[in-house]
């Protein structure tokens, strides 16, 4: 193959591996279609309720580099998404003879440890907030909104402003969010936004993401908009 776990690894990250995983483990990836000695992989991603997802990719490499690879796929993220991250990791499972527990063991331990209390830096008052916000009856899932609010040294927070995940990424990230703030964005990022800009925390992917949202201290529940 032209690329390495290292390079799924340095490029997804752990989280989006382990999503790439299960759909493997769940038989939702077709065959991948390898050509031009590999520098070119397409397959179909099944998803339940959606018409198959459609992943085209390149790759390019040298001697000595890290695999250039750009992935397009049919769903909302586009993009490198943990749909493109499956293909490939069957088109490595199909190639180099690997069992999706071979994949298993060696990604496992590529989550970094994420100390949500860290400290802040000095005369940062400012903090991330992770608000979780009341369910319609209909609904299933858990909504959240990001924000940031100064903390108050009598307790408590200030006026709350709107920070959006999307907003982490944009060039130097703001000096009150800590390293597991950057992370946990760049995740609530890969979720649709509603007009509202909230995220849906729903199915595998948000049963592991809404304990570590709790873990930093900072989620709270917020209000219902109208």
Request: charged share 25%.
């Amino acid at each position: 193959m032209r690329y390495s776990l290292e390079d799924l690894q340095a490029l997804f990250g752990a989280d989006v591996l382990d999503d790439a995983s299960f759909y493997l483990e769940q038989g939702r990836v077709a065959l991948p279609d390898i050509r031009q000695d590999g520098g070119l992989i397409t397959s179909l991603v099944e998803a339940p309720g959606h018409r198959p997802y459609r992943v085209y990719i390149r790759i390019e490499n040298e001697s000595g580099v890290t695999a250039r690879i750009r992935g397009e796929c049919s769903c909302s993220p586009r993009g490198n998404c943990e749909h493109v991250a499956a293909v490939l990791l069957r088109a490595m499972e199909g190639e180099e003879g690997l069992a999706g527990g071979d994949l298993g063991r060696a990604l496992q331990g590529a989550l970094p440890e994420l100390s949500a209390r860290d400290g802040y830096p000095p005369g940062v008052s400012q903090r991330l907030l992770y608000l979780l916000l009341p369910e319609q009856p209909q609904d299933s899932g858990v909504l959240i909104k990001t924000g940031s609010a100064r903390r108050l040294s009598t307790g408590g927070f200030g006026s709350l402003r709107d920070y959006q995940p999307v907003w982490a990424a944009r060039g130097r990230p703001p000096r009150f969010l800590l390293d597991v703030d950057i992370h946990l964005l760049a995740e609530l990022n890969r979720l649709q936004p509603d007009r509202s800009e909230r995220r849906r925390l729903q199915g595998r992917s948000g049963e592991r993401l809404l304990p570590r949202l709790l873990e930093t201290g900072r989620c709270y529940l917020g209000q219902a908009e109208t």
